[in-house]
């Protein structure tokens, strides 16, 4: 199976307190440029007599870039090919984005096509929700079974609250209705889409991405801290 996506995610954040800041200039410049051949490559690249050219820089400037990398377990070799966590943990998101892309492409052609399969998988969406609910360390709160939205985008719903959750901490009941309450507030053809692009870029907060926030670093709700405090103040369409 290979990737389908022709990108992969840079947090600014990590990137910024990451031990890659250990490195020097040229050797982040190399990283990022190994980074990319990884991508494109399925998660390694062949460390050959070629791939100083291919990055274009001295062979020398290379093995002492890498040395460096290995050391801070940046990178790794294995059998002659160069891999990074990052890179690996970046493809794993990848398949199960594109996994997940197709799900929901089949289950709406089943849905138009009437057939026996939609409802079996409509079954499923529902054990693999309530699944979901279970395994939280976190409670999923009532109101997104009374908010009458279709199985498939609570699921997704939960999909983003568990990418929130391993970013940003646990997310207060009260946080979680008020997110569910911006969800209803999109209209339906775009609520899917919504999701797709706050689980993407990992987004603090759910709004509807056809519209353009007014201001990138404010907040589309009132912000919600991991133990329940808020900042009290209601500004426009944050994203992450």
Known sequence: MTNKLPFFKFDCDDWLTGKIQLCDMETQGIFTNLCAMMWRENGKIKKDRFLHKKIRVPLATLEG??????????????????????IDDQI?????????????????????????????????IRKEKNTKKRSFDFQVTPTLEKSKLSD???????????????????????AQNLQIKALLAIPDSRREKALDESIRSQWKNIHDPS?????????????????????????????E
């Open 92 to 124: 794993k998101d990848g398949f199960e984005y594109v996994e997940q892309c197709r799900t929901w492409g089949r289950l709406g052609a089943e849905k138009r096509k009437g057939t026996p399969a939609y409802k079996k998988r409509r079954e499923e």
């Open 152 to 174: 498939e985008t609570q699921l997704k719903f939960i999909d983003w609250l568990e990418v929130y959750h391993a970013i940003h901490g646990k997310m207060h009941p009260t």
């Open 211 to 239: 519209q353009q926030p007014q201001h990138h670093l404010a907040s589309s709700m009132s912000q919600v801290t991991t133990d329940g405090d808020y900042s009290g103040q209601y500004q426009q369409g944050e994203m």
């Open 65 to 86: 870039a890498l040395v460096t990398l290995k050391e801070l377990e940046i990178i790794y070799e294995n059998d002659e090919y160069l891999s990074a966590k990052f």
